[in-house]
T-cell receptor
Framework: KAGVTQTPRYLIKTRGQQVTLSCSPI?????VSWYQQTPGQGLQFLFE???????NKGNFPGRFSGRQFSNSRSEMNVSTLELGDSALYLC???????????FGPGTRLLVL | AQKITQTQPGMFVQEKEAVTLDCTYD???????LFWYKQPSSGEMIFLIY??????QNATEGRYSLNFQKARKSANLVISASQLGDSAMYFC????????????FGAGTRLFVKA
């Protein structure tokens, strides 16, 4: 069974731009969560989607948003990028809410 | 509030020896799950082992075992017979039912396996 896939793997943007990251969960998994990982803050929860609905949200500004499609694929969007948004963005999927999360390889975003 | 503490920023272990990575947690929930993940330099988080709060036996998965001491709120990861490929960051994580299954992670422990 294929694992979680994330695209793109690497991205370079400039301040003020916006970016969209994509995550395809393991087949049959319905929940997708997003995390931001930085050296200073560690792994921080962004949001969780289940059945196309946001079920949980972390403590991030409104510039961070996401959505989930009927096939469980998810996208997250960051608008008006700031230098501090440079991070590894990880997506994780679970079959049902509350089960073990399986992570994708991540998207490394660099904001210049 | 949920909290996960990993007090060892870095650890060294000799190849073929066992190593214990510490993790303590704080929760007022009765139902929760504890996880360990490995993150190599490539960045991907690899699931290693899971322990449920109601599980009476310590979880084991191959060379990985979880030393679960509920009263002390600790969930230490034991890696037996360390291999060079075990060199990576290791994260302890907790998920509570209340709060909507949000998972929080500790700061991580970087393990170095010496040949």
């Amino acid at each position: 069974k294929a694992g979680v896939t994330q695209t793109p793997r690497y991205l370079i943007k400039t301040r003020g731009q916006q970016v969209t990251l994509s995550c395809s969960p393991i087949s049959g998994h319905r929940s997708v969560s997003w995390y931001q990982q930085t050296p200073g803050q560690g792994l921080q929860f962004l949001f969780e989607y289940f059945s196309e609905t946001q079920r949980n949200k972390g403590n991030f500004p409104g510039r961070f948003s996401g959505r989930q499609f009927s096939n469980s694929r998810s996208e997250m969007n960051v608008s008006t990028l700031e230098l501090g948004d440079s991070a590894l963005y990880l997506c994780a999927s679970t079959r049902e809410r509350g089960e073990t999360q399986y992570f994708g390889p991540g998207t490394r975003l660099l904001v210049l | 509030a949920q909290k996960i503490t990993q007090t060892q920023p870095g650890m060294f272990v000799q190849e073929k020896e066992a190593v214990t990575l510490d993790c303590t947690y704080d929760t007022s929930d009765q139902s929760y799950g504890l996880f360990w993940y490995k993150q190599p330099s490539s960045g991907e988080m690899i699931f290693l082992i899971y322990q449920g709060s109601y599980d009476e036996q310590n979880a084991t998965e191959g060379r990985y075992s979880l030393n679960f001491q509920k009263a002390r709120k600790s969930a230490n990861l034991v890696i037996s017979a360390s291999q060079l490929g075990d060199s990576a960051m290791y994260f302890c994580a907790m998920r509570e039912r209340t709060g909507g299954f949000k998972t929080i992670f500790g700061a991580g422990t970087r393990l170095f396996v010496k040949a």
